[in-house]
């Protein structure tokens, strides 16, 4: 009977196919958003090099990575030349030139634990940060987005899942729950552990790019497009997959011991790790470990009250995906 019913629930579930893939298909940005980034971009790219040459600006976090949504500000590293630089001179000279270029809302933060450059520009209405040499962030923006040209169902489930975490407001690292680039992480590694695995690990095969940054060797597989339909062996659904995530991370994820890694595409124990014990501020009640940066741990803004609010909401998704009759209106429905 417990099988029957279990089978039940799998083949009903197709019913949120549609309802899911409707909110995936309205949070796809527009084309023109991409055009006016594209341009904005080139004019920043053109005011930078007449000051230095040899500059270069990267786009990275969600405007790049395949996990953006409209209206989202964009994130522009310029990476220079680092020897002797003092970013904090740079980034005074960058709001200048950009000031008296006709930018708005020019803002030198010197002294953020990132040093940036904010601006908005008029023309196409686009909000936008400008880092130094944050070429890490740069590296892992192309693994998101790398992975994500694998298996069209890893966007759909980090859209929904992202979707879900701003609207239940656990999207808020100065709160205590994750950024976005953790949720996404979570996504690829929940698809990597499929069985068939929906997504293969990039870092364990033969590198086709490799790059050090900050002695940091980050070298993977990066000739996706050889890999044909990877994951078409599974043939489950966004909604099974939903359902199946927000299992795991309520019911399933062992949170004393282990931690989610994409870089080895599987579970790894805290204590090879040395994560079982509070460093600093790092309590590492939630361990998701960066694919490159391998001592960061992305869930270390987790706190003692912060992780009840995650579970919680972990539980209260799995919950709605088991019983609610409408699934994805309850999901999002604003905390
Ligand atoms: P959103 O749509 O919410 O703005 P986002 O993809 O821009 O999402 P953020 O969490 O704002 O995600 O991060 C922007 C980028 O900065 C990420 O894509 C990643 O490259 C980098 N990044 C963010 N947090 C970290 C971190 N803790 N460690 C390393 N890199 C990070
Ligand atoms: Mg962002």
Not at 33 to 55: F, G, I, R, T, Y
Not at 270 to 278: A, V
Not at 301 to 323: G, Q, T
Request: charged share 25%; net charge positive; with cysteine.
């Amino acid at each position: 009977r417990m099988v029957k019913r279990y089978m039940a629930c799998r083949n009903d579930i197709h019913r949120y196919d549609a309802p899911f893939m409707a909110v995936y298909k309205s949070l796809i940005p527009a084309e023109e958003e991409l055009e006016k980034q594209k341009q904005l971009m080139a004019q920043l790219e053109n005011l930078v090099s007449k000051e230095w040459p040899h500059a270069k600006l990267y786009l990275y976090g969600s405007c790049a990575n395949s996990f953006g949504f409209p209206k989202s500000d964009i994130d522009v590293c310029l990476a220079i030349e680092d020897d002797g630089i003092n970013k904090s001179e740079i980034l005074l000279k960058l709001a200048n030139i950009l000031e008296s270029n006709k930018l708005q809302n020019v803002q030198a933060l010197t002294r953020a634990r990132v040093p940036i450059v904010k601006l908005m520009d008029p023309v196409t209405g686009i909000s936008c940060d400008i880092c130094i040499n944050n070429v890490l962030a740069v590296v892992n923006t192309k693994l998101l987005r790398d992975y994500a040209r694998i298996d069209v169902r890893l966007r759909q489930l980090a859209f929904i899942v992202k979707h879900w975490a701003k609207s239940r407001k656990v999207n808020e690292t100065y709160q205590g729950t994750l950024s976005s680039y953790a949720y996404v992480l979570m996504c690829i590694h929940f698809l990597q552990l499929r069985r068939p695995p929906i997504l293969p690990c990039l870092q364990e095969m033969e590198p086709t790019y490799s790059v050090r940054v900050d002695n940091i060797r980050c070298a993977y597989f990066d000739k996706v497009d050889r890999l044909g339909n990877f994951g078409s062996s599974n043939r489950e659904t966004i909604a099974e997959l939903v359902w199946g995530f927000f299992n795991y991370w309520a019911y399933a994820h062992d949170y004393s011991n282990t931690v989610v890694s994409v870089r080895t595409g599987s579970i790894l124990g805290k204590r090879e790790k040395d994560w079982t014990r509070r460093v600093g501020n790092d309590r590492h009640l939630i361990c998701i470990e960066d694919p490159f940066e391998t001592s960061h741990d992305l869930g270390r803004v987790v706190d003692k009250f912060s992780i009840r609010v995650l579970r919680e909401e972990f539980e209260r998704a799995a919950k709605i995906m088991h019983h609610d009759p409408n699934p994805c209106a309850k999901l999002f429905e604003p905390y």
